[in-house]
């Protein structure tokens, strides 16, 4: 692993909280973590709320090592599981709470804040004994006795991967599959920027455990509702380009929504298909939500920031992808936000 | 590298034609075609037509490796370099042609068919004193004084990668992004089955070396014309379903090629979008191509064999992918198609 936020804040090992120091004190966070969980008789592992591939893969690839070893492993995820990854292995066994407040330690994967492992979900992570922050996320938060937070690694499976041969644990198949899914979703299928060679040489090591990336990628990416696909048709029959086809938009309309009876999160990847207009520098998607204010995505190539456009309409984000609000009507809305946008060419 | 075919047509190292010694038959090859290309001071290195971006990243690796080392090394591909790959360092120095027939050795990647590179490209080959064949489609053609053939490998461009090793090149950043560029194509960013841990270390090693997968993404995967996105548009706002949600179908009408101004290459990948479907064990694209006749993509899950119901109307392909062909009008081919799909769930 790489540098990072590695602290033991109570433990034997370096505590460092930043500075040249990073990596013996992520060293030591990890071999006090492995210590912790082969210590532990009683588990409870938390995912966040809406949980991701990545937070359900990690708390389940642990799990599955501690039950191997004897150990008891409970694994909650307030929001469940949602449909695309029921089939990772185990995700049969999760719970959505627990009344058990007897456990020797709480783990929670992939966010640093108690709070977004949901408030039905804390209490048993707080009655723990000892806990435990596994997490790629450096900024979130300061959960944990021990805080194993790495934001070199492209997903928390990768720092699971790392945790669980220091633990000295068989990575199965069904561990491998966990982990692989919790890579591939939260590098996009290594095409997000995150992607390193220390990810990619972790799932040739997961694949050679059996995890199969192609099934993977269909039960996680190619696993959309009929509506997300039919907005996505409707929005694409909508795209227009301007400034000589350097500003691409489209828009999904009220009537959309409502006629499909699709709900907003369906709108999910469609402004990456505007942006992937040949030409284009940047990409921007319209939302009429139905009695709200137009939403709007912006998301941009390597040399235009379209965090600085969303500012000017009190949004923000990153350089590469963000987001703003207008007041309706969609077509004034259109007008307001191309003229900004042409400003930033 | 794993078995495969690699032979030596008049080479001292052992040459097999398959069985229980492919393994040492390609490392044979592999050693003779580095001491080839060691030893060439002229080489001429051909893509196949409607290039992608393994073939050309492949050649382009080999001859910047050659130029690095003094040799000269021409690339020549007959239908030139796609939009999409402009940005492959030496994507300027490849010609269509050449009329030049003082070559010590031609090289064809990713092809065994010396048809295939295109008759105005075939003629240099044809005079070069030696041939070699780089390639992972073991079935495809027998070109080549040295074959090293790998059908195990996911692209021509990790035969490169090892072929780069033996003749002991320096594989800087060009090189890394040539090849890096093969494997993204070829594996649909580690998302096809073909991806196996070798695929994934080689790609570590690249990303190592400078590569940039995301950015190779966006190029490749992320430039689309504006007529292919507004044609997945309106494919997807066709979009049904039946049989329980478990056959999903669209099409793209006649109208829509006429209004868009768009050829049918631009329909490629729409039948993935269509399988994608939640539920759907099969996905068909109906494509009502001006003038011609009803053409038919499939696409299916694990465990149902859409080749059967290509083989009926008298077209065919693999069990997951296939394609056939049925006379108008478009509802009339829709209802068969339909119906004989029914009778394979």
């Not at 009683?42 to 809406?50: E, F, Q």
């Amino acid at each position: 692993m790489g540098r990072s936020a590695g602290t033991v804040k109570d433990g034997g090992a370096p505590s460092t909280g930043g500075g040249s120091d990073c990596r013996s004190g992520l060293a030591g966070a990890l071999a006090q973590a492995a210590s912790q969980l082969r210590q532990a008789r009683r588990v409870v592992l938390a995912t966040h709320v809406n949980p991701d591939g990545d937070t359900l893969g990690s708390a389940l690839a642990l799990a599955h090592a501690l039950r191997a070893s004897g150990s008891e492993a409970v694994v909650l995820s307030q929001d469940g599981v949602p449909d695309i990854y029921t089939w990772l292995p185990g995700a049969g066994t999760v719970l959505t709470q627990t009344e058990s407040r007897d456990f020797d330690l709480g783990v929670v994967c992939d966010t640093g804040t108690l709070a977004r492992v949901g408030s039905r979900v804390r209490p048993a992570i707080e009655a723990a004994r000892r806990s435990l922050c596994v997490d790629h996320h450096v900024a979130e938060g300061d959960f944990g006795d021990i805080r194993l937070v790495d934001s070199t690694s492209a997903s928390t499976g990768e720092i699971v991967w790392h945790l669980l041969r220091s633990m000295g644990a068989h990575l199965d198949r069904a561990i491998a599959d966990c982990l692989l899914c919790a890579i591939v979703t939260d590098t996009g299928s290594f095409k997000y920027p995150n992607t390193t060679p220390a990810t990619l040489r972790i799932a040739a090591d997961l694949v050679e455990r059996g995890a199969d990336p192609a099934a993977i990628n269909e039960l996680v990416f190619e696993n959309r509702s009929l509506a997300s696909l039919k907005l996505l048709g409707r929005a694409l029959d909508s795209l227009q380009v301007s400034h000589d086809g350097q500003i691409a938009w489209a828009h999904v309309r009220a009537r959309d929504y409502e006629e499909l009876g699709a709900s907003d999160e369906e709108t999910e990847g469609i402004v990456g298909h505007v942006r992937a207009v040949r030409g284009a520098r940047v990409g921007l998607l319209f939302r009429e939500i139905p009695g709200r204010k137009i939403r709007v995505s912006l998301r941009s190539r390597e040399g235009y920031d379209v965090n600085a456009v969303a500012q000017k309409f009190g949004g923000g984000g990153h350089r590469l992808a963000a987001g703003c609000s207008l007041d309706p009507p969609l077509e004034e809305a259109e007008r307001l936000l191309l003229a900004e946008a042409a400003r930033h060419l």
